[in-house]
């Protein structure tokens, strides 16, 4: 089986500019969260998505937004970058155990 | 969400056996206590997961007493590989809405 694959792993974008992280879930899960990892922190969740609808967020601004798609890959989206979205974004799927499987996440630096 | 308390790090030899304790003191009856480990720049990897008493796997144990107010993870005979951040959380297993609340997890440090 595919484990969680995130794209891109890196990226650099500058204030006010918009970004789309993508991720694949783990064959066979149908729920799929994201969550923000700042330098030296913890993970912190974002939201979840469990059969292509929003079922659980976080305290994160309306900017952050995301799709599920019918494959169960789900995207996140943010707008107007600010320099504290600065951070590792990791997408976790899951089948309902409570078991997570993270991807290897995607580094956004924001300058 | 029920919060949970950890020590930030902990030091370790080689060989050794590592406990590290976590305080979840409002628990959720539904709740299930689970531990992940991270290496740098990776995501969190899953270990073990419990709802009471004693679980055991090929890399960990996890001791839970009976208030389940506290669990502790045991490592045996560590080595330098398993330096690395360890993350308790205590959450539901529905599919829908299981957000989990990660903590700053605590740091082992292996060393020869």
């Known amino acids: 089986e595919t484990g969680v694959t995130q794209s891109p792993t890196h990226l650099i974008k500058t204030r006010g500019q918009q970004v789309t992280l993508r991720c694949s879930s783990q064959s066979g899960h149908n729920t799929v969260s994201w969550y923000q990892q700042a330098l030296g922190q913890g993970p912190q969740f974002i939201f979840q998505?469990?059969?292509?609808?929003?079922?659980g967020r976080g305290n994160f601004p309306p900017r952050f937004s995301g799709l599920q798609f019918p494959n169960y890959s789900s995207e996140l989206n943010v707008n107007a970058l600010e320099l504290d979205d600065s951070a590792l974004y990791l997408c976790?799927?899951?089948?309902?155990?409570?078991?997570?499987?993270f991807g290897e996440g995607s580094r956004l630096t924001v300058l | 969400l029920a919060k949970t308390t950890q020590p930030i790090s902990m030091d370790s030899y080689e060989g050794q056996e590592v406990n590290i304790t976590c305080s979840h003191n409002n628990i959720a009856t539904n709740d299930y206590i689970t531990w992940y480990q991270q290496f740098p720049s990776q995501g969190p990897r899953f270990i073990i997961q419990?709802?009471?008493t004693k679980v055991t796997n090929e890399v960990a144990s996890l001791f839970i007493p009976a208030d389940r107010k506290s669990s502790t993870l045991s490592l045996p005979r560590v080595s330098l590989s398993d330096t690395a951040v360890y993350y308790c959380l205590v959450g539901g297993l529905t599919g829908g809405g299981n957000k989990l609340t990660f903590g700053t997890g605590t740091q082992l440090k292996v060393e020869l």
């Open positions: 419990g709802y009471k």
């Open positions: 976790a799927s899951s089948s309902g155990t409570g078991e997570l499987f």
């Open positions: 998505y469990y059969r292509e609808e929003e079922n």
